[in-house]
């Protein structure tokens, strides 16, 4: 027992944690305090992914894995989670919502996005996925007295919990085909007694419940009213964080299961099609949004077209790709949801209008904003550009060409709407632009993003090491 | 007992299942609707005992019917005094609603008569008398950490409501209180 | 020693990275003129602390009896099992010595431009752009591959244009050119002709080798066959002819003299144009297997030795006198070359950058001193006022003219006496002509500049003394008034009715260097001693590691070598003393020959009306394929049909908005859907 918590010491330190959080927010009442706290303990679990060597293998049994992997997923959710911190103080101050609970929810968020990453039982998915959701719906309706706060709190509820019914009807159907909850044992299972279609339609159901949380088409709706009503902030958490840990749990799953499935080209067309659909209604109906937060929800949903492309590819280069895609993502997203925060007043001044000659007031927010747009829309140098190519190459060398295709053809439609707003901000003549509510912490994280952006493009050979290196010792 | 005896008792309790879940949705009062929810799970709860399931059972009964039908009761209640007004139920979208059901029904159904392959268990593997303790047992064995982890969800839950219930508090800001 | 190589490329990009950082505080409005010293010495640092450490490697190696290349790989950037690029760097014996050039002389220039930036507006911009240009200039000398090479050579040009467009805003005129930013763009546009060529041979090195590492295409030269390396060689030294300014691409170095006088000192004279020469001689092997591009590069570099000698003799623009110097001495260099004299070409390279460098800067202090007056006819008896420029000019000139026992002398007789032995006695006259015309303009610039009467307080319109101070030979030249009244937007500050010019000495930042440099000019050349004083000089064992030399089959006897040496004296001697004596003493011969060969002086002053054809040939049918054929299809066919696809795009979009209908049951609706839809596609296919 103690070797599993030792084996799993980034989720151990992560529930102590939070404990020490919970604790120190009910007696001493100071956020600022719990900022610091949530921010320590993030970097203990970060510190702890690097320091500790983890084996591959597994902990509780079959429930857990260990290793690089899981390692890797587990860096990318501390980062986001880290970075969301960094990013929030002034922001809630601002909309006076600077309470412990936010971060203590937003730590515990963390602790689902782990279980997801390192699970090995679908029990272990199931449960993640709660204590994420649950975290996040709070998030969502964090601006108490908004109404579109509320609304979609009670919206990301309602439909989270319809499409997290569909999961657990899956788990329950796959459980009833194989008998068996550990994905190791499910994938011995259906080489020994075949594949059902009992199984088949319990593996749906089950896809079903991670395309809601990557907001694929056309489960995607709630996407814009959600990170639209939520606070900024938050919904910089959820595109990144909980879409990172929906994609490295449907990499776990598939990965382990695909090796038993005798008919794994209908599973890729499949994903095929609904990134064919992802990125078109993202990309195309971001076109029209004049809103920031509903152009980068859109966005987001367009994003996460891409990186179904790789798990469409089926193979390691494209899951791999996937990881990739994921942290660049993250962190580049995280900085675009920052400088709207920044700006942000009162949930007002989110719209591309707004920035209209930012340039000229805050260089130094406008240029950030611009390296942030490049890379979403994935222009080289940046990192965003080397997510695209290992996830379209991964999908040519699994004979998707067409794919790839469409995926290149969507990210050129995507240029539109991100430089529409690099034009607002350089080449539109300034109105009374807002005020910048930047802090020390905030400034910093967002110019240290960028600068990673913008290296993660020019020497991305170690990362993807790293994450070529993380499925190649995952999957046997 | 002989097996005319189980087919009729079972049939009785699927008939109230059925037709209680029928008046739950076609019953345009909504306390109505509510009792005929008490009767929905408590027919499913004799199901599970027939399928020598006694701990989801008494599980179902707990949960829903202790648990979630009197919080829905109450807040129903509650609310139709705050407004006094009665509370209605339209049934909307009857058409593409009726059609969605019938065809996850209809899919259902054919994949469990015709293609499904359940697992089957000898008879003498299965499970006589009590399924408590296995159960109890494997969640404190097998299933620990997914056990441990319920209570975080419930945690964040219960911090959750009382952040979005509690009274307005003053915003700290960087200074302090 | 040499591990440390790295920091020598780390030390100028931080000096680099650092400077916008000003740069960019000045950019917001904090300008503060008291801090220019320190970042003009905070930036020289930069420099120095590479030349220091490239000075202990060379003492290291000097120490060691074998002189092995060493490869010192940093990082692996590309690796797609194809193709495998690391960011490496090869620390030889050749590839040591231009790197002590660059960073020594780049070193005096920084802390030169101290003084000659003082006051200017975009002093720590200036300054980050040649810390910038340092470091992609040791990238392109030591990389150990064709790709890191690459990059520093497209550095470089990027440097280039930045520095030569610095005073972006400021009139400079040429042929169809208006201002400082044409000229950067003509030195870009020049280059990329070049470099497109030098892609190309990288591409075919590339695809019979596999590889682009210097190691590799020595070792295994013998898989390409004769045609191959004879374009492989043809389309390197094609990409040579833009960046070090041969024929037929040296038409944008006269003009990036727009630049401020230290960039024209270290970029368009001591280093970047010589990088031509470096690559050469770095793929010495190579070019010694492809005989006839080896012909072909003496023939353009004798040509154009002669070329821009003879044009030389009549400009007078301090700096365009240099300039045309300049391009002829890199025809010197690829004479050298191309006769297979790969060391001395290198050793030429280095004395070259010396005086050369001394010389621009020396002219920069004139110009500094004249209120940016760079008309040599509107200058004269400036010694008394400026001792430490005049002397060390006149110093440098005669390492220029290849005055005996200078360093110039020992480079370029070398050069002279190897093109003799292999057997090329056309060139070698050709040679020794241009050598005549250098040695001539050099005295004649001397003389113009810094003796005789002061001309600088007078209009340039009253006929006083001679034909130097005469106006423009009638008109239909208007468009080379770069020569004539070109006032770089400082019309203020000479004329008739202008304030009148105090010259007066430079400051220390700027003389310190002078002599410096004057000193090397003056002895760099014992390191190449001729053959018939000592038999192996120490140049050639130097290099001997790392530049292969042609077979030493012409080898010359000492009487012929003692000859040579004469000829290479007397020719020095009497360009100088003919110069001296017209310029001098005699002016009015210099003026009957104008009027008596118009035809040749204006042919001369306009260059042999090379731009004009460039202009007629080139510029102006593409700019009216632009302007009438591309254009209109552009707006017609191209904009319409990127219109009309975003057009269908944006009311696509407007129809799926309409989709959102923010009603979460219907959302509910479309995930049951979606869900029907993939239960049908997966578990019933």
Known sequence: MLNDLLLTLPITIATVWVLVLILCEAFVHNANLTRWLTAIGFAGIIASIFLIPSPEGYAYGTMLRTGTFTNFSNFIFAVSGLLVVSISDKYLEEEEINFGEYYIILFISTIGMMLMGSAANLSVIFIGLETMSVALYTLAGMLRKDVRSNEAAMKYFLLGSFATGFFLYGIALIYGATGELALPRIAASLQTNGVSTLFWIGLSLLMIGFLFKVSAVPFHQWTPDVYEGSPTTAAAFMSTGSKAAAFSSLIIVLSNISIALPNNAVLQTAFAYIAVATMAVGNITALTQDNLKRMLAYSSIAHAGYMLVGIAAGSNEGYSGVLYYALIYTLMNVGAFGVIAVLERHRTLTNASDYAGLFKQHPLLAGLMAVFMFSLAGLPPFGGFVGKYKVFAAAVEADLTWLAIVGVLASVVSVYYYLRVVIFMFMRDPEPAPQANANATGSFALVAIAVIVFLMGIFPTEVLKLADNAMKVALK | MNSLAYQIIFYLFAAIIVGSAALVVISKNIIHSAFGLLFTFFGVAAIYVYLNADFIAVTQIVVYVGGILVLLLFGVMLTNKITQADLKTETLNPVPGLLITLSVLAMLLYTFYFRAKWVTVPVDQQLRGTVVEPIGIATMTTYVLPFEIVSIVLMVALLGAAYIARADRKVQTKEGK | ?685
């Open chain 3, 1 to 685: 020693m040499h591990q440390y190589i790295f920091l020598t490329i780390l030390f100028p990009l931080a000096g680099f990275l650092i400077n916008s950082l000003f740069t960019l505080t000045n950019f917001l409005g904090w300008r503060t003129k008291e801090r220019e010293t320190l970042v003009g010495l905070f930036s020289s640092l930069m420099i120095a602390i590479p030349f220091g450490i490239v000075v202990a490697i060379f003492l290291e190696m000097l120490s060691e009896a074998e002189r092995p290349a060493h490869l010192v790989e940093v990082y692996q950037w590309m690796n797609t099992g194809l193709m495998n690029v690391a960011i490496a760097y090869q620390v030889d014996t050749l590839s040591v010595l231009m790197a002590l050039i660059v960073t020594g002389v780049g070193t005096l220039i920084h802390i030169y431009s101290i003084g000659y930036m003082h006051g200017d507006d975009g002093f720590s911009r200036f300054f980050s752009y040649l810390n910038l240009f340092i470091f992609a200039m040791m990238n392109l000398i030591l990389g150990a591959n064709m790709v890191v090479m690459f990059l520093g050579w497209e550095g470089v040009g990027l440097c280039s244009y930045l520095l030569i467009g610095f005073w972006y805003d400021r009139k400079f005129e040429g042929t169809a050119i208006v201002s400082t930013g044409d000229a950067a763009k003509k030195a870009f546009i020049t280059n990329r002709v070049g470099d497109f060529a030098m892609l190309g041979a990288m591409f075919l090195i590339f695809q019979t080798l596999g590889s682009l590492n210097y190691t590799d295409i020595i070792a295994k030269r013998d898989a390409f066959d004769g045609t191959t390396v004879f374009w492989i060689t043809l389309l390197i030294f094609i990409g040579c002819t833009g960046k070090s300014a041969q024929l037929p691409l040296f038409v944008w170095l006269p003009d990036a003299m727009a630049g401020p006088t230290p960039v024209s000192a270290l970029i368009h004279a001591a280093t970047m144009v010589t990088s031509g020469i470096y690559i050469t001689a770095r793929l010495s092997p190579l070019f010694l297997m492809a005989p006839q591009t080896m012909e072909i590069i003496a023939v353009v570099g004798a040509i154009t030795a002669i070329f821009a000698g003879t044009v030389g003799l009549v400009q007078n623009d301090i700096k365009k006198v240099l300039a045309y110097s300049t391009v002829s001495q890199l025809g010197f260099m690829f004479l050298a070359l191309g006769v297979g004299a790969f060391q001395i070409a290198i050793f030429h390279v280095m004395t070259h950058a010396f005086f050369k460098a001394c010389l621009f800067l020396g002219s920069g202090s004139v110009i500094h001193a004249m209120h940016e007056e760079q008309d040599i006819r509107k200058m004269g008896g400036l010694r008394k006022y400026m001792p430490s420029t005049s002397t060390t000019f006149f110093i440098a000139s005669l390492a220029l003219a290849g005055f005996p026992l200078t360093a110039g002398f020992f480079s370029k007789d070398a050069i002279l006496a190897e093109a003799f032995a292999s057997g090329h006695i056309v060139l070698y006259a050709i040679g020794t002509v241009a050598a005549f015309c250098t040695a001539f303009y050099s005295m004649r610039l001397c003389v113009l500049t810094f003796l005789g009467e002061e001309r600088f307080n007078k209009s340039v319109a009253a006929p006083t003394t001679s034909s130097v101070a005469e106006q423009e030979p009638g008109g239909g030249h208007g468009d080379h008034g770069y020569d004539a009244h070109d006032d770089h937007g400082h019309g203020d500050a000479h004329g008739a009715d202008g304030h009148a010019i105090h010259p007066h000495e430079s400051p220390a930042f700027m003389t310190v260097p002078l002599w410096i440099l004057a000193a090397l000019s003056l002895g760099a050349g014992f390191l190449g001693l001729p053959a018939v004083v000592t038999e192996h000089s120490w140049i050639h064992g130097w290099l001997e590691s790392s530049v292969m030399q042609a077979e030493a089959a012409h080898h010359l006897s000492h009487e012929t070598e003692w000859i040579l040496l004469g000829i290479g004296s007397l020719v020095a001697v009497l360009g100088l003393g003919f110069g001296y004596f017209v310029y001098a003493m005699r002016i009015e011969i210099a003026a009957s020959a104008k009027r008596s060969l118009a035809f040749l002086y204006t042919t001369l002053l306009d260059k042999y009306y090379i731009d004009e054809l460039y202009e007629l040939l080139f510029v102006r049918p593409v700019q009216w394929l632009s302007d009438k054929v591309l254009f209109r299809f552009d707006t017609s066919v191209v904009d319409g049909t990127v219109n009309g696809i975003g057009d269908i795009f944006m009311s696509l979009g407007n129809g799926l908005r309409k989709w959102q209908s923010g009603v979460a049951q219907n959302y509910a609706v479309a995930i049951t859907f979606g869900l029907i839809l993939v239960i049908a596609f997966i578990a019933f296919r």
